[in-house]
Structure formats: structure tokens, C-alpha cells
């Protein structure tokens, strides 16, 4: 690992208590590309608002005295991913043995339905793609909230998860936020 040039391999951790990669304020401060924020003694609620404001995956907290130390799972570094939400109605699956593999879900442009997620997109490898052929599609009735990183530039989620259903909303209504 290397901290502003230097090996930090088994070497006494960089002094400060949350270490975000590339976070650059918390509440001011100069911008970091690539390493590790200035020690911070800001509340974890304050550093989740800022992670989000900047449209970043996370954070990385650790303990102030604590070492790199590569293939090592100690615990004293844990990464925290800061998710986004998104309601999307569940279009269809690709069946499993017990249940289910893969949800896929849509939302509503004007009348049409776009495609959010699923087992499978035109990136994902051959295997995954025919997935899509063994999809059970179901009527746009369910709405469901979904958690993701991001939106890709093909308009797709990235790393969604299913957190629950929304019996309060109406398919019709649930478009891209």
C-alpha cells in the first residue's frame, strides 16, 4: 500500500480515524484523488451526508493505530459502502431450485417500461446472457425498493439489492429518480 508515495506495508497506520479514499470534505478541505483524507473527528452521519453530496461508494474507517497489512482481516479497517434507493417496479425472475435467482425490474418512462436491472445486460458474459431467456415474466403489479451504487451509462443499476416492497406505491407511477 502506498500512502502519498510511500510504503505503508507493515508500517504504523496514517494517523486519522476515517480514511476515505477520495474524500475531499468533510466539512472543507483541498481535494485527495488517491489516498486518504486529513484525520477527521467528524460524526458518521456527517461523513454518510458528505459520501452522498459527492456522489461517492463510501468510506473506509479504521483504527488510528492500526497497520497495513496485505491478505490480513483483522478488522481494524472496514470498508462502508453508502448505497443510493430506487423503486422500480419487478417485471420478472429467472428461477432457482428453491425460489428465485434474479429479480429483473423496470420503471416507467411516460408509458414505456425501461430496463433497470436484471440477471442479465448486453456486457455481462455469454452464460449470463441466456439467463435472460429463462426469465418468468410477470405483469407490472409489485413495486419494490431497491438499493444500488450507481447508475451505469447504459441507464442500468449497478449492484442492486431488493430491500422490500412498497404496497404504497402504483407501478405507473414509479420512474427513474
Known amino acids: 500500500m502506498l500512502f502519498i508515495g510511500h510504503h505503508r506495508v ?3 497506520a496514517c494517523p486519522s480515524r476515517f480514511t476515505a479514499g477520495i474524500l475531499p470534505s468533510v466539512p472543507k478541505a483541498a481535494s485527495v ?11 458518521l ?3 454518510i451526508r458528505s459520501v452522498k453530496a459527492q456522489g461517492l461508494e463510501g468510506l473506509v474507517a479504521k483504527r488510528r493505530d492500526s497497520r497495513y ?6 478488522g481494524a479497517w472496514q470498508k462502508m459502502r453508502v448505497n443510493q434507493g430506487q423503486e422500480s417496479v419487478i417485471a420478472g425472475y429467472t428461477p432457482s431450485l428453491k425460489n428465485f435467482d434474479a429479480l429483473v425490474i423496470v420503471y416507467y418512462e411516460g408509458d414505456k417500461l425501461m430496463y433497470a436491472a436484471g440477471p442479465a445486460v448486453a456486457s455481462r458474459r455469454h452464460r449470463e446472457r ?3 431467456v429463462e426469465c418468468r415474466w410477470l405483469r407490472p403489479q409489485f413495486v419494490g425498493q431497491f438499493e444500488f451504487v450507481e447508475w451505469t451509462s447504459e441507464g442500468h443499476l449497478r449492484h442492486s439489492k431488493f ?5 404504497d406505491k402504483k ?3 414509479v420512474s427513474r429518480e
Open 163 to 167: 430491500v422490500g416492497l412498497r404496497e
Open 33 to 43: 484523488t488517491n489516498g486518504a483524507s486529513n484525520p477527521t473527528n467528524s460524526s
Open 45 to 47: 452521519p456527517d461523513l
Open 10 to 12: 507493515g508500517a504504523a
Open 69 to 74: 497489512e496485505p491478505g490480513l482481516g483483522s
Open 130 to 132: 441466456n439467463k435472460m
Open 171 to 173: 407501478p405507473k407511477n
